[in-house]
């Protein structure tokens, strides 16, 4: 068994998209020594569909398990969105954690937040971990805008055990936040309408715009709405966009000739994972969207029960 790892060291979101103060990467290491005890072959810096093709692939393996990833960003379309200062969540979180495991910062490569206003975008796991390293860096202040309504603190009436519960949550990073700055760094029902800069190109400051409820009278679906007249400046000097993700990246699914749903995930028949391209499995994230790394756990064993009977012709597994 051969795993390809596009970054240079194994562990991809895993190890530089989580900050290092919530998963320390000794636990990532561990398991890796333990796979290649058991004669698992890890290559890395090798991007499938770019540095080797589907096709090179195809003919040295018997199967194929694609697991990379929903890693497609969902940008934020307004004035000033090429400001420089201005990143995908991701992004900024791998530039620090990378230069972080490289050099204890030392290479100067890690985007900072340090003495700038950050403001961060989108609420969620992601949104959460800029929230956190941000202030660690030493930001001036927080602020994280979240579409949606503040969600209730106690279960209502239409949320009963056993469902999940639909309440408020207080992560890590906002905690901190409380604890640094005195306040939640969370404004609900708001969005960015405008970036604006500075003569060298720079982000300074972003125009945010309440948002309310609407039914869309085409579609009938409930839209969250700019209200006329609640636009407010603030300082930002650091952006950073955790709007979530599109799926799988185009460039690896056109590689396989794979065809994808009406959200980019890799399609398969219901409960299966291999794909219309024999021999080709997905699974994780670029197989049901993105979710929880639990998920990606539960997804990687099943795929690998049904690549093992497509082998055997049945499984232990």
């Known amino acids: 068994m051969t795993v390809y790892e596009r970054k240079d060291r194994i562990g991809g979101l895993l190890r530089y998209g989580i900050p290092n103060m919530k998963l320390d990467k000794k636990v990532i290491d561990r398991r890796i020594s333990l796979m290649e005890e058991e004669g698992i072959v890890f290559k890395t810096g090798v991007d499938v569909g770019k540095d080797i093709t589907a096709g090179e692939l195809l003919k040295q393996y018997d199967r194929v398990v694609l697991a990379c990833g929903a890693s497609e960003p969902r940008d934020i379309n307004v004035p000033g969105r090429e ?4 990143y995908y969540a991701v992004d900024y979180l791998t530039s620090v954690t990378k230069s972080l495991l490289d050099s204890d910062f030392k290479d100067g490569k890690a985007v900072t937040a340090k003495d700038k206003h950050v403001l961060v975008i989108g609420g969620g796991d992601t949104g959460n971990d800029c929230v956190g390293t941000a202030i660690r860096q030493g930001a001036k202040s927080v602020t994280q805008l979240e579409m ?9 009436a239409a949320n009963p055990w056993p469902q999940w519960p639909k309440v408020l949550k207080t992560d890590y990073g906002q905690e901190e936040a409380i604890a640094v700055f005195g306040s939640d760094p969370r404004v609900y029902q708001t969005t960015v309408k405008e970036f604006q800069k500075d003569k060298s190109g720079n982000v300074r400051k972003a125009v945010i715009v309440k948002l ?4 869309d009278k085409k579609t009938g679906r409930i ?21 979530g993700f599109l799926g799988s990246q185009k460039y690896v699914t056109e590689s396989f000739g794979i065809a994808v749903d009406g959200r980019s995930n890799v399609s398969t028949e219901a409960g299966h994972y291999e794909t219309a391209v024999p021999g080709v499995f997905a699974a994780g994230d670029m197989h049901r969207g993105q979710s929880l790394v639990v998920w990606a756990i539960h997804e990687g064993r099943e795929a690998a029960r049904e690549v093992d009977a497509s082998l055997m012709g049945y499984s232990n597994l």
Do not use: N
């Open 83 to 86: 400001a420089k200062g201005i």
């Open 148 to 156: 949606m309504p503040k969600p209730s603190e106690e279960r209502t």
């Open 223 to 243: 839209m969250m709405t700019p209200v006329d007249g609640t636009e407010e400046t603030i300082d930002a000097q650091l952006v950073l966009i955790a709007a």
């Open 212 to 215: 309310e409820p609407k039914k």
